[in-house]
């Protein structure tokens, strides 16, 4: 009998709430050998962010600024760790993800430096501010429902795709990229907790592997907007889950599940979940934008709304991965003139 239909803002009704799977294997934990190997693969191409502190008045906290990215977004590492790995037979192809934000933008970033064409899916509702962005990055768009959308991910339509697919969660080489963020950090700081975003779990899994693998005894903290737990929902019953999110900031994490692929790696080297109001998510956007000069996206500013959220004397000397500065202008100059 089939379940509950889940939906999400905007009165979509998705798939049937159905296994959280797209049918493959769990995702390996990327080694340390992977991670450096990405970090020496990137060198020439994704930034080594600076490690900033934090300028408000909570003490102790660490800025890791991915959004001085060349896209703006820590994305550029997975994405170009990736895509140097193919064949240039596969690359020729042209490659592709399932993608209305950052993911879409780095792939135009480096299919442009291959000198490959590039696509993305996406649903069909995506503002114009984030379809521009993309095509600028010489993208072709192909919006489909949302239905359809998920059905391409989770019912394996990716195998019938023209160009070379990039899964943006669960792609091995992608996380390993991802894991660059995570060792950073360590090279550079000493801390005692590492706050990362959360959304469909790709930089969690490779902050937290490289972490976990170069020192156990710092805490990696997932953080999520109370409009979108599903990395909570999913520890909290032992497997990958769905959520119904609800309105948020944070478009760039309001994925509505972890898949199953995806819940080993995440539940291994994620040691906390923290889900926060969305007036804190406001509070940090603003801070950081007063403080530190730093334009971020919600989502980006959610490491720093965590920490925010905790006791400092819990958290000690923490790290806030600041991951991408993708926002809308209009909603950016709202939430930076608001009253605290």
């Known amino acids: 009998m089939d379940g509950p239909l889940l939906r999400i803002p905007g009165g979509h009704a998705l798939v049937n709430r159905r296994k959280p799977s797209w049918g493959g294997d769990p995702v390996p934990l990327p080694s340390l050998e992977d991670i450096r190997a990405a970090s020496k693969r990137c060198a020439d191409v994704a930034v080594r962010t600076p490690l900033l502190p934090y ?10 600024l991915e959004t001085l990215q060349p896209i703006g977004s820590f994305k550029l590492r997975g994405v170009y760790n990736w895509a140097a790995q193919l064949t240039p037979e596969q690359r020729e192809q042209g490659i592709s993800t399932t993608s209305a934000g950052n993911t879409a933008q780095a792939l135009g970033y480096v299919a442009r430096h291959f000198d490959v064409p590039s696509r993305t899916l996406l649903p069909e509702t995506v503002p114009d501010a984030k379809l521009n962005a993309i095509t600028a990055y010489g993208v072709e768009p192909v919006k489909v429902t949302v239905e359809k959308l998920f059905s391409y991910m989770l019912k394996e339509g990716w195998r019938d795709e023209p160009y070379c697919y990039l899964n943006p969660w669960g792609e091995p080489q992608m996380i390993a990229g991802s894991g660059t963020v995570g060792l950073e950090i360590l090279e550079d700081a000493s801390v005692d907790t590492v706050y990362v975003p959360v959304g469909g779990g790709g930089l969690a899994a490779g902050v937290g592997s ?53 819940y080993p790696i995440l539940r291994n080297v994620i040691d906390e979940v923290v889900i926060v109001p969305e007036k804190v998510v406001h509070r940090a956007v603003r801070e950081l934008a ?33 991951s991408g500065g993708s926002v809308d202008p209009e909603l950016f100059a709202r939430i930076v003139q608001a009253s605290a």
């Not at 520890?235 to 999110?245: A, L």
């Not at 007063?290 to 400092?312: H, I, Q, R, W, Y």
């Open 290 to 322: 007063l403080l530190n000069k730093v334009v971020s996206e919600g989502s980006g500013a959610l490491a720093l709304a965590g920490a925010l959220c905790t006791d400092p004397e819990v958290r000690g000397k923490s790290a806030c991965v600041v």
């Open 55 to 64: 300028l408000g008045p909570d003490p102790d906290i660490l800025l890791k």
């Open 210 to 262: 490289a972490v976990t693998a170069v020192n156990k005894s710092v805490k990696v903290v997932g953080v999520q907007p109370e409009g979108c737990p599903a990395l909570k929902e999913s520890f909290d019953r032992g497997e990958g889950s769905w959520v119904s999110p609800t309105d948020t900031i944070c478009d760039g994490t309001n994925v509505p599940l972890i898949v199953t692929e995806m």
